[in-house]
């Protein structure tokens, strides 16, 4: 896909119809740096949890403060389980979303969320 037709996916007029797609093109298009794709994520910080996550990983990696900062919180979010239920918690993906972002190694697990904390707290870039 070209960037062309990248940036004519994030100018269509309503942006939830994208579903799926849409997280995929912003992506692209941030790694380009375009204006459009920061606006169109911007769109998703009032959205679920885990939509407002994404919409803050694409925008902490363009250098946007409040979207790391919301990273950073998310790294406690814990999971919930019920007597009927399990939903689980956003650590794992804050802690791949901030290693991504400051450019630290990441292996899926649990683990990643304590090695993730250990380097923010020491500061570590």
């Known amino acids: ?3 062309s037709r990248l940036d004519i996916a994030v100018d269509a007029p309503d942006q939830r119809e994208l579903g799926p ?3 995929p093109v912003s992506w692209l298009i941030d790694q380009g740096r375009s204006a459009s794709c920061a606006e169109y994520v911007r769109g998703h910080l009032e959205g679920e949890k885990r939509e407002k996550l994404f919409a803050s ?9 409040d979207a790391h900062a919301f990273l950073l919180e998310m790294l406690d979010d814990p999971d919930v389980t019920t007597p009927t239920s399990h939903v689980p918690g956003a650590s ?6 901030l290693a991504d972002v400051h450019g630290w190694p990441f292996t899926w697990g649990k ?15």
């Open 21 to 23: 797609l849409g997280w």
């Open 57 to 65: 990983w694409v925008l902490a990696k363009a250098g946007d403060l």
């Open 92 to 97: 794992i993906h804050a802690a791949q979303a």
């Open 111 to 125: 683990s990643s969320v304590s090695a993730v904390k250990e380097r923010v707290a020491q500061g570590r870039p």
């Open 1 to 3: 896909m070209s960037f």
